[in-house]
């Protein structure tokens, strides 16, 4: 992990199911379980995330985790709270698809 990255939250990933175009399933932030999507991005929303608490930065640095010490990373913007976590990313879909049963912790990581 960059020196210059500070972990904000960690999300355990609960459960993780693969759709055509997505996954869904529960991931659990400070002990309480949230239902999270991961899809694609799209045109105009672009690579976000949507948390169901507060994060004060317009952008966050996604970190992925699990097994085998595997590990991915992308940037992603910042678009508010939602009640779910929601996860629009074509570089984190594609690489769930090939690391889904791998992937256990996803952290939001702050440059500042």
């Known amino acids: 992990m960059n020196n210059q990255l500070k972990k904000m939250l960690s999300i355990k990933i609960k459960k993780l199911d693969m759709f055509p175009n997505h996954f869904f399933g529960i991931g659990k932030i400070d002990g309480e379980e949230y239902k999270i999507n991961i ?3 799209s045109v105009i929303r672009g690579k976000l995330i949507k948390l169901p608490i507060k994060f004060h ?4 640095v996604l970190h992925l985790s699990g097994i085998n010490d595997i590990s991915f990373e992308d940037i992603v913007n910042y678009k508010g ?10 570089m984190i879909l594609y690489y769930l698809a090939d690391h889904q049963d791998q992937i256990d912790t996803i952290d939001v990581l702050s440059r500042f």
């Open 39 to 41: 899809q694609g991005q």
């Open 57 to 60: 930065d317009e952008k966050a």
């Open 81 to 90: 709270e939602s009640e779910w976590i929601e996860i629009d990313s074509d």
